[in-house]
């Protein structure tokens, strides 16, 4: 069974400042997807970003980007140019990609807080 | 830009009583979720839904729990005699085929007393 590791239970960051959300996780699959959702407070999850595992090159989405380390199991978030409105929980996800659907095994999460 | 949308938006039960929770995914999407998150945890999987079938499913899913598709639009998640500890917030995602992104609903949260 896959496992996700987030093992910092809350952050905070200055408003336009850089942060690094850490996860990790343990699979013996190599094929696989890995996610970052973001949960304000309203408590809807939000799709951040996605890496695939066969994908050496990191995936960025705007001010967000990842460090995948495949070979450490090692699946980062940076979020650059910090705002006000991504204060929420961020959790790091994993999928093993299935025909008939694939479940997502979430990490504890990170509580997040960008102050002015 | 389409949505999951799911109702009720808050549920309160009494212990026993059996609930529908209520989800209708984004229309061409083919695969159908639920999770539950009790508050101040982590995000659990529970089922997943495909070709009118369970695909897979938790060992938090056990007998009380059944899901459904009655109609082309909808997808529902019954508890037939809810527990205290059933009482989280439960939600609803699809996915579409060779896409692995899921689009989650804004949750039900369930209160059980």
């Known amino acids: 069974a896959q496992t996700v590791t987030q093992s910092q239970p809350e952050m905070s960051v200055q408003e336009a400042e850089t942060v690094t959300l850490s996860c990790t996780y343990d699979?013996?699959?190599?094929?696989?997807?890995l996610f970052w959702y973001k949960q304000p407070p309203s408590r809807q999850m939000i799709l951040v970003i996605r890496?695939?595992?066969?994908?050496?090159q990191n995936a960025t989405e705007n001010r967000f980007s990842v460090n995948f380390q495949k070979a450490a199991k090692s699946f980062s978030l940076k979020i650059s140019d910090s705002q006000l409105g991504d204060t929420a929980m961020y959790f790091c996800?994993?999928?093993?990609?299935?025909?008939?659907?694939?479940?997502?095994?979430f990490g504890e999460g990170t509580q997040l807080t960008v102050n002015p | 830009e389409p949505e999951v949308t799911q109702t009720p938006s808050h549920q309160v039960t009494q212990m026993g009583q059996e609930v529908i929770l209520r989800c209708v995914p984004i229309?061409?999407?083919?695969?159908f979720y639920w999770y539950r998150q009790i508050l101040g945890q982590k995000v659990e999987f529970l089922v997943s839904?495909?070709?009118?079938?369970?695909?897979?499913k938790s060992e938090i899913f056990d007998d009380q729990f059944s899901v459904e598709r009655p109609d082309g639009s909808n997808f529902t998640l019954k508890i037939r005699s809810t527990k205290l500890e059933d009482s989280a917030m439960y939600f609803c995602?699809?996915?579409?085929?060779?896409?692995?992104?899921?689009?989650f609903g804004p949750g039900t949260r369930l209160t059980v007393t």
């Open positions: 996800a994993f999928m093993k990609p299935q025909t008939s659907g694939s479940r997502l095994t």
């Open positions: 890496q695939e595992a066969y994908k050496q």
């Open positions: 995602a699809s996915s579409e085929q060779g896409i692995p992104e899921q689009y």
């Open positions: 229309s061409n999407h083919l695969y």
């Open positions: 839904f495909y070709n009118n079938e369970i695909s897979e």
């Open positions: 699979t013996s699959e190599n094929n696989y997807y």
